[in-house]
């Protein structure tokens, strides 16, 4: 069975320094791995995704992820934090075909300071 | 673009009444989902439709119905709301059943039962 662990369920970080929000997973077979986020009241959109092809996925609003086959981690990333990337962040495994699959972690709110 | 519109935004219901959450996506979508999120514990699948009559259970159906009457629309219907189904529910859809296929999510319901 398929699981995620999204470690922290509240990150803050300064404007214009590093983001990094973790996510491990589970998988019994090789793993689609999604990060979703959502802006306060708004549903999810999807951050980026890895789909078994480059292992560093590059996403919108210059967040970007590396698949780590050996730590199982598929942690979500960004150089330097902007204002607006306050957001509830949600990392997600598929381990078959269609959305029914997905399994979602419990989500990590991130928090700008100014 | 509409995307996915989910109505209403925000609803009280006493213990024992009855609502129907309407989503409808104008993406000509074959598949949608109904999730429920709640607080710490990431989205759980409900019920999902691969397309127009055919609909399947998710992860926690219990206390729902649902219909696939057309395409566009995906409406929930909550018998003797409890306060255990106080909740933010998302309708979402996607174009595919592929591995990787991106879902794309309404606003929410979001739904207290007193």
């Known amino acids: 069975a398929q699981s995620v662990t999204q470690l922290g369920s509240h990150v803050s970080v300064s404007e214009g320094a590093l983001v990094l929000l973790r996510c491990n997973y589970s998988?019994?077979?090789?793993?689609?791995l999604f990060w979703y986020v959502q802006y306060p009241n708004q549903g999810l959109q999807l951050l980026l995704k890895?789909?078994?092809?480059?292992?560093l996925v590059k996403g919108i609003n210059g967040f970007e992820a590396e698949f780590k086959k050996s730590e199982t981690s598929f942690h979500l990333t960004k150089p330097s934090a902007h204002m607006s990337d306050a957001a509830e962040y949600f990392c997600a495994v598929s381990e078959g075909f269609g959305n029914e699959k997905l399994t979602f972690g419990t989500g990590t709110r991130l928090t700008i300071i100014p | 673009n509409a995307g996915v519109t989910q109505t209403p935004k925000f609803r009280i219901l006493k213990i024992g009444q009855s609502m129907t959450l309407q989503c409808t996506q104008d993406?000509?979508?074959?598949?949608m989902y109904w999730y429920r999120q709640d607080p710490g514990m990431g989205l759980k699948l409900i019920y999902y439709s691969v397309g127009a009559g055919i609909t399947d259970k998710g992860e926690v159906p219990n206390g729902y119905n649902v219909s696939r009457s057309t395409t566009e629309d995906f409406p929930l219907r909550l018998e003797l709301a409890a306060p255990s189904q106080t909740s933010v529910y998302f309708c979402?859809?996607?174009?595919?059943?592929?591995?990787?296929?991106?879902?794309?999510f309404g606003q929410g319901t979001r739904l207290t039962v007193v």
């Open positions: 998988s019994s077979v090789p793993p689609y």
């Open positions: 979402a859809s996607s174009y595919g059943r592929d591995r990787g296929t991106e879902a794309f």
């Open positions: 993406m000509n979508h074959n598949y």
């Open positions: 890895y789909t078994s092809a480059a292992t």
